[in-house]
Every structure is written in C-alpha cells, then in structure tokens.
C-alpha cells in the first residue's frame, strides 16, 4: 500500500516538475505581452511571432490551469465516493 | 536514496500547485489589463524653442507667459533688463503663479505664498525656490533649457 | 501565514458556519440534459469579460461625434494592446450573443419556464432585449459609414410600431435624425443605463435560480434524481468551462480582430450591402417577406404589428402552455419552441447569404 502510494507521489512530483519549468517560461515571457504593439491596424503585417508565441503560452497555461482543476475534481469525487467527507453527528466537541 | 513516505501530502501538493498556477495566470491576465489601463505619463521637456521676436519686447517688470511641455512656463524681464525664464508653478501645491509688479514679487493664490524676484520663497508655505531655466540667444530663437541640459538642435 | 488568526478575527464578527452549510447543501441534478446547465454561466462569464473590457476602453473612448471615429483608431494603433482589447471586447460580445440564445432555446425546448419558474422566463426575456439592445448601443460608438445606416435602418424600424412607433424612435435617436446626439444618448445607454439595470435584473435572475433550483426536464422529473454538490464538483467544471471558453474568445480575438470603416458622414449616401448586426438578421428577413402593400394597408406596418406579436406570445409563453405547468408533456409547445428555433437559424442563414 506504501508502495504504490510511493510510486504515484513520485510520478505527481515529476509531472510537477515539467508543469513549474513550464510555469516558469510562462512568467519570464510575461513581458512580451507588454510589447505586443501593433504599429498600424489592420492593414501593415505586424509582428506576428510575438502574438503567436504569447497565443500558444496562453493555451498552455489554460490547458494546465484545467488539468490541475480536473485533478482535484477526480481528488474530490474519490474523497466523496469513500464517503469520508461528511461530518459524524454527535461528535464530541473539545472545549 | 528512495523515503518510504511521502514528503507532502497529496492534497497540499495539488492545493498548492492549482493556487500557484491560478494566481499566475490571473497575475499575468492582470498584468495585460493593466497595461492598456495604465496612462503614458508625460514627461517634462527638456527644453523649449521660442521666437525671439515674440518676447524680447516686454516692458521691463513683467513677465510674459510660454509654454512649458503643458505646464505656464514665465519670461520675466527684470527693471534691469536682463531677461531670465521660470517655470511659473509654484512649489508648494503646483498652483500657476502670477507676478506682481507693484511688490516686485510672485504671488501664488492658492495658499498665498510669495517668492522674491529670484525665485526664493520669502513668505506662505512654499517649501523651495521657483525653477529657473536657461537662456540663450540662437539666431531668431530663444532656446529656453533646464539647468545643466546641454541642448543640441538637429541641423535644420 | 497567519491565515487561522485572519479567519478568526472574521469569525469573531460574522457567523461564516451558516453560509459553509448552505453553500456544502446545495445540491444540482444530473443527467443526460446536463450539459445545458452551464449555458447560464457562460452567459454571465462573457458578460463580466465585457464589463472589464469595456470599462478600461472607456478610460480611452471619446463619446463625442467629431472625435469618437479617431479615439478608437487611436486605441487600436497607439496604445499598448489597445486592438487587443478592443478585439476582445468585440468578441466577447459576439460570442455572449451566440450563448445567450443557446441559453433561451435550450430553456424553450427543455420548458425550464414551466411553473413555477416564469419569472426567470421573463427576467430572462427582458435581459436578451437588453443584450441584444447592448449590442446595437455599442455598435454605433463606432461611429462608422455602417453603424451609422445600421442604426438609422434600426431606429427607423423600431418607428414603424403603430401609435408608440414615433415615440420610440425620437426618444433612442434624441431627434428626429441619427446625430451627435444619438451617439450621446447611446453611450449613456450602454455605459451606465444597460449596465445597471443588466446588473440588477442578473442578481435577481440568479436568486431565482437559487430559490427554486434547477429545473429537471419532464421526461426525467418523476424519477428519482442523482444529485451532486454544487461546492466543489459543479464550481470546478464551471471553472473549467469557462477557461476553455476564455480560451475561444481570446483567441478569436488574436486571431481575427475587427475592422474600423469610415468615419460616418450623415450627408454621404448609404454605402452597398449595407447589413444589420447579425442577431438583427432575422427580422429584417422577415420584413423583407412582407410585400409593400396588403389589401391598401401599409405592408411593414402589417409585418412589424404580425412580428410584435410572435415576439409577445414568445414572451408569455408560460402563461400559455397549461399542459407544461401541470407537469404534463406538451408536445404543442415542443412543437412551438422547434419552429421558432429553426426560423431564427434559417431566417438569419438567407440574411447573411443574401
């Protein structure tokens, strides 16, 4: 039982691992949302691989943003299906 | 060196990354916001061109107004005849300023402060001397500068 | 972090156990028609993207005639991702149209009208006339050769109403033309008048549905309902719906961001083709189906009474469908809801490709 419960921290942490580095390119590209300026609009061709680039992080980040919430809703649903999350009734309180 | 336990638990490290992650994603989303909400701050000039023409005949005693980047900027000739240039907002609360020839002195209403003929705050809460600027001759144009810029006009 | 000593400190003040009770209780159905549920937030996710967007446009919009056309040129080529926002907030709102009916014909056809929720029908039908009334007030703050006509052939329309036509028309255009001062009147509109009362008439929608629940279409009603909590498991599938659908606006608005025309010259003749708004489509169809004169009665005055009325039944239709409010299938009415459906799809298909 430790075992396996071993196993799937090791591979969270892995996942962790690539999700912070991605995290991490995604806070220093920051910036470049600041210097998407389109000198004249529509018509000019405008400097498309910032707009792109700054696109495709985006989806990234979304993407990971509903991985992590689908990860703690599978989370909820076992807590739920185990039924541990309901209070006792007639507990005894500590005063 | 593997450890037979887990270091954190699996709800923290989830609560943890989904909390990070959120809050770049907002800190980023809000950063752009705030980009295009955040005004371009004008900056002072450095210096100022004017016509000669349209100054160097003022009455001795008075000053002229011109303007300084959007702020009143004064051309001021003095009895003597010398003829300086001030930035004409008071250091106090940057209310415009006005000169009183009758005291030989510049008055600001909001809080009547007053400053003497060189700019020193004599009276009323200013709590510095008025900004002078520098002046010089170039041809049909005056070429008013802040203190210490040195000013290099493009060959025209 | 001091969180346990901040939570305290409220604790000591407000009573938050009541309200953690209430929110863990609230329990939302689920079945094979779920899926329409979460056409209600998207809805209310795009209207707060709106909200945002439009409130930092109009830090930089000039709402008089003479500069209006000029200031969004300026934000769209001067300011940093001003075309971005802007893009945004054109989308946003094209998408919160296209949801909003999803929206009403999913609650048409799934009859979530029936007793005892009409009002959230009708607060509902007055919030798409007000959406729908956003958009067009929007519109003309472009002030542009074809928001112009737009607004002029819309006004115009809505003149055509027999005894409150004239009315109305004065009172949106502020004249007897599209002027200066139509402009003015509409951005007061779509700024502040739209907003409030949009604001307002949602909190009231919302209460409703936390009063009365989600309603369960008739087909599943008597048997016996699977539920599951709304804190956590439906807010995280809220969560992630609406990121996918932030993603789609956003990148719409990268992708295709919307053009400017020309400044509009109230002198200068209408330009070709010119073309309401999309969810205007519809109507002008239908006007075109009416010929000028019928039996030496004025034809568009036939067509828009013929139209006012569709569109009132439209609106009492609760009130109408007894069988439904008795918990009843009401075939009749399925019926109704199909055809409405379908000649707004087809009706605004032939306008676009005409």
Redesign the interface.
């Known amino acids: 039982m430790?075992k396996i419960?071993?196993a799937?921290?090791n591979w969270?942490?892995a996942i962790?691992k690539i999700?912070l580095s991605i995290?991490l390119i995604?806070?220093t590209t920051?910036p470049l949302?600041?210097q998407d300026k389109i000198e004249v609009f529509p018509t000019v061709p405008y400097d498309r691989f910032i707009i792109f680039q700054t696109l495709a992080i985006f989806w990234i980040?979304?993407i990971?943003?509903i991985i992590?919430?689908r990860?703690?809703l599978k989370?909820i649903e076992k807590i739920q299906k185990m039924g541990i999350d309901k209070e006792e009734k007639d507990i005894p309180l500590l005063d | 060196m593997?450890?037979?336990?887990?270091l954190i638990t699996?709800?923290t490290?989830?609560?943890t990354?989904?909390g990070?992650?959120?809050l770049?994603?907002c800190g980023?989303s809000f950063?752009?916001?705030l980009?295009?909400?955040f005004?371009?701050l004008g900056k002072e000039p450095d210096f100022v061109v004017l016509n000669t023409k349209d100054y160097i005949d003022i009455p001795s005693n008075s000053t002229k107004p011109f303007p300084w980047g959007g702020v009143l900027g004064l051309f001021f000739k003095k009895d003597s005849g010398t003829m300086v240039a001030l930035k004409g907002v008071c250091t106090h609360m940057e209310c415009n300023i006005t000169y009183k020839p009758e005291d030989k002195k510049f008055y600001c209403a909001c809080h009547q402060g007053w400053f003497d003929e060189d700019g020193k705050n004599i009276a009323g809460p200013p709590p510095k001397p008025l900004e002078f600027f520098d002046v010089k001759v170039e041809g049909e144009k005056f070429i008013v500068a802040k203190k210490g810029i040195k000013v290099e006009l493009p060959k025209a | 972090m001091n969180c346990q000593r901040l939570k305290n400190w409220f604790e000591e003040r407000y009573d938050f156990e009541e309200l953690k009770r209430l929110t863990k209780h609230k329990l939302v159905p689920t079945h094979q028609y779920e899926i329409w549920y979460y056409t209600g937030g998207i809805a209310m996710f795009l209207f707060i993207i709106q909200f945002?967007t439009g409130m930092?446009l109009a830090?930089y919009y000039i709402p008089y005639f003479e500069h209006a056309h000029k200031s969004i040129i300026e934000i769209v080529t001067k300011?940093?991702?001003?075309w971005?926002?802007r893009s945004l907030h054109h989308w946003g709102a094209q998408l919160a149209i296209v949801v909003l009916f999803i929206h009403v014909w999913s609650t048409l056809l799934l009859k979530s009208y029936r007793k005892p929720r009409e009002f959230l029908w009708f607060s509902g039908f007055i919030l798409l006339g007000i959406s729908i009334f956003f958009g067009l007030s929007g519109y003309l703050l472009l002030w542009d050769e074809r928001a112009f006509a737009a607004v002029r052939v819309a006004t115009g329309g809505a003149g055509n109403l027999p005894i409150i036509g004239n009315f109305i028309k004065a009172f949106l255009r502020g004249g007897i033309d599209v002027t200066g001062d139509t402009l003015t009147r509409f951005y007061a509109f779509h700024v502040s008048i739209l907003p409030l009362i949009t604001l307002f008439l949602i909190g009231v929608h919302i209460l409703l549905v936390q009063y009365h629940g989600m309603s369960v279409p008739l087909s599943l009603e008597k048997k016996p309902q699977k539920q599951i909590p709304f804190f956590p498991n439906l807010f995280y599938k809220d969560l992630i719906i609406w990121l996918i659908v932030l993603g789609i606006v956003v990148t719409l608005s990268t992708l295709l961001p919307p053009e400017i025309g020309k400044k509009a010259d109230p002198l200068a003749p209408t330009p070709e083709n010119i073309k309401p708004e999309w969810y205007f489509l519809f109507l002008f169809q239908t006007l075109k189906l009416f010929p000028g004169e019928i039996m030496g009665l004025n034809g568009e005055t036939i067509a828009i009474i013929l139209i006012s009325c569709g569109i009132l039944f439209f609106f009492l239709i609760p009130l109408f469908d007894r069988k439904s409010s008795r918990g009843e299938k009401s075939p009749v009415f399925t019926w109704i809801g199909i055809f409405y459906t379908v000649y707004f799809v087809v009706m605004t298909v032939i306008g676009f490709l005409s």
């Open positions: 430790l419960k071993l799937i921290s969270q942490l962790g999700l995290v995604f806070i920051t949302w600041a980040a979304i990971g943003l992590i919430i990860m703690k989370e | 593997k450890i037979n336990y887990s699996r709800r490290f989830l609560n990354l989904f990070g992650w959120l770049t994603f980023g950063y752009a916001l980009k295009f909400a005004p371009t | 945002i930092v830090f300011l940093n991702m001003g971005f926002f």
